[in-house]
Nanobody, 119 residues
């Protein structure tokens, strides 16, 4: 059974930090591109950061210099270190795993973890 389980969300003051984790199971984690998305109330889900199987990263402009994505394939886990948090970062954060191969596109999503930035 495939699972992606996010953790680490919570309430933090502006300027603070949080580290999100997403643990995968039931699939070959190291072969998947791992990404973090977020969805704020009333807004569409948007890409925050992604990391390829080779370690290349990509970030939304709004989080560049503040967020860092990393992965530990030995632990089947991807992380999102979030620093200098702003109220605009308040959202549900989702983990996504994607792989494209001969058989097509395979996508898995986690259930999300809430991040609230407020004083």
């Amino acid at each position: 059974q495939v699972q992606l389980v996010e953790s680490g969300g919570g309430l933090v003051q502006p300027g603070g930090s949080l580290r999100l984790s997403c643990a995968g199971s039931g699939f070959t984690f190291s072969r998947f591109v791992m990404s973090w998305y977020r969805q704020a109330p009333g807004k569409e889900r948007e890409l925050v950061a992604s990391m390829t199987t080779g370690g290349s990263t990509d970030y939304a402009d709004s989080v560049k210099g503040r967020f860092t994505i990393s992965r530990d394939n030995a632990k089947n886990t991807v992380y999102l270190q979030m620093n200098s948090l702003e109220s605009e970062d308040t959202a549900v954060y989702y983990c996504k795993a994607v792989r494209r191969d001969f058989f097509g596109l395979t996508t898995y999503w986690g259930q999300g973890t809430m991040v609230t930035v407020s004083s």
